[in-house]
């Protein structure tokens, strides 16, 4: 038996195999079905460095050999999610720091598999929607974050698959009238306006959107852009909003660099610390107290967070098993797994996303040896 998968190296992605030995260490699972994300094209730009060659972080996958260790045991044939986060090992992300899921079969070690990362779930829906589960699941995270808050206002910045999924929420919360959203380009502005959010009022970022959107109190702001922007958007949006509102940064945050002119390392700790969230056990910064001198200012609040909890995954699950057509339109593009290695390079060579006619939000990834569940 081979395994078949992409490598991501010199800026270019190939498909390459290597034989399966019998004697695996971990968790040997064959993968169904996996979605490109917003995170993963920022890599194949170049935009982020990650260490692993093997990206994918969301998708669905089934037990290739029974498994029994130390208490823990698997089925050969049982479906699952993959948790990419493990929040007992900041070792262990998913197509990050250990390869991921654009590959036919993947071994989970362990470790991770002994900390919770494997979700048996009983799949019944199209292996396209698996792709979802993960974005929905940090949906519903960043929408928890901010429910203290009780906001009269949302501002979405960053038309990405997060963005536009928590618009989608809020919609089913009949919040949609008092959400904007802040694209990038006008491409995302276009795609989401027309297809999947028409009753959101929709901006491109330009110098003063954000300022001009950000004119009232109890306002939740919520980050989703590329990383090698975010410190820049996190300091505009803290000089521009006003009190009784919480802003939720869920993009990657350069810790390196500075917001509003100070260390950034205390925002990205706080978003660290805030890795698969459950219940209330979220951290909170002032931000008159670290990003502002404006000492009138004193009742905004930042927070991050990476990753979702296995039980936020599930809730995304049911979510999406009761709501199918309202997220089918987040998946713009459907790619079998043997060509898929010049569709990611098309998105290299590309300058606006668009492949086929179409901008790419989420792109799912069927492996022709698993769709059949």
Same mark, same amino acid.
């Given at each position: 038996m081979k395994n078949d998968y992409i490598k991501f190296i010199g800026g270019i992605c190939r498909t390459e195999s290597i034989p399966i030995t019998t004697n695996v260490e971990g968790l040997l699972i064959r993968v169904i079905a996996s979605g490109l994300c917003g995170t993963d094209i920022q890599i194949l730009k170049g935009i982020r460095n990650e260490k692993t060659e093997i990206l994918g972080h969301e998708g669905l996958g089934m037990i290739e050999n029974d498994y029994n260790k130390n208490g823990y045991y +698997? =089925?050969?044939? #049982? %479906?699952?999610?993959?948790?990419?986060?493990?929040?007992?090992? %900041?070792? +262990?992300? /998913?197509?990050?720091? &250990?390869? *991921? /899921?654009? #590959? =036919?079969?993947?071994?989970?070690?362990?470790?991770? @598999?002994?900390?919770?990362?494997? &979700?048996?779930?009983?799949? %019944?829906?199209?292996?396209? +929607?698996?792709?979802?589960?993960?974005?929905?699941? $940090?949906?519903?995270?960043?929408?928890? %974050? @901010?429910?203290?808050?009780?906001? !009269?206002?949302? @501002?979405?910045?960053?038309?990405?698959? $997060? *963005?536009?999924?928590?618009? =989608?929420?809020? *919609?089913?919360?009949?919040?949609?009238?008092?959400?904007?959203? $802040?694209? *990038?380009?006008? #491409?995302? !502005?276009? !795609?989401?306006?027309?297809i999947m959010l028409p009753s959101v009022k929709h901006f491109v970022n330009d110098k003063g959107v954000i300022n001009n959107l950000l004119k009232n109190e109890k306002t939740a702001v919520f980050i989703t852009t590329p990383k090698n922007v975010t410190n820049s958007v996190v300091s505009t949006t803290i000089c521009s909003i006003q009190n009784n509102s919480v802003i939720d940064v869920i993009s990657g945050i350069d810790s390196s660099g500075s917001i509003n002119a100070k260390s950034a390392s205390l925002l990205y700790n706080t978003r660290a610390k805030n890795i698969c969230l459950e219940n209330d056990d979220v951290s909170y910064l002032q931000a008159n107290k670290y990003y502002l001198d404006d000492t009138e200012k004193n009742s905004i609040f930042l927070t991050g967070h990476r990753g979702a909890s296995n039980k936020k995954m599930i809730e995304a699950f049911s979510l999406l098993n009761k709501n199918q057509k309202l997220f089918h339109d987040i998946i713009t593009h459907v790619v079998d797994f043997d060509h898929f290695s010049n569709f990611l390079n098309e998105i290299i060579s590309s300058k606006n996303r668009v492949i086929n006619g179409k901008y790419v939000l989420k792109t799912v990834i069927l492996n022709s040896d698993g769709i059949n569940l």
């Open positions: +698997f =089925k050969r044939g #049982q %479906t699952i999610f993959i948790n990419p986060t493990d929040r007992h090992d %900041t070792h +262990f992300l /998913l197509g990050h720091n &250990i390869p *991921g /899921l654009f #590959q =036919k079969y993947i071994t989970i070690p362990d470790s991770a @598999v002994q900390n919770g990362v494997i &979700i048996p779930i009983k799949y %019944t829906l199209s292996p396209l +929607f698996s792709a979802l589960i993960e974005p929905i699941a $940090v949906a519903l995270t960043a929408l928890e %974050t @901010v429910e203290n808050f009780s906001p !009269m206002y949302y @501002v979405i910045i960053g038309g990405g698959i $997060v *963005g536009n999924l928590i618009g =989608k929420i809020l *919609g089913l919360k009949r919040k949609a009238s008092s959400l904007s959203l $802040v694209h *990038g380009s006008n #491409q995302s !502005m276009e !795609m989401s306006q027309r």
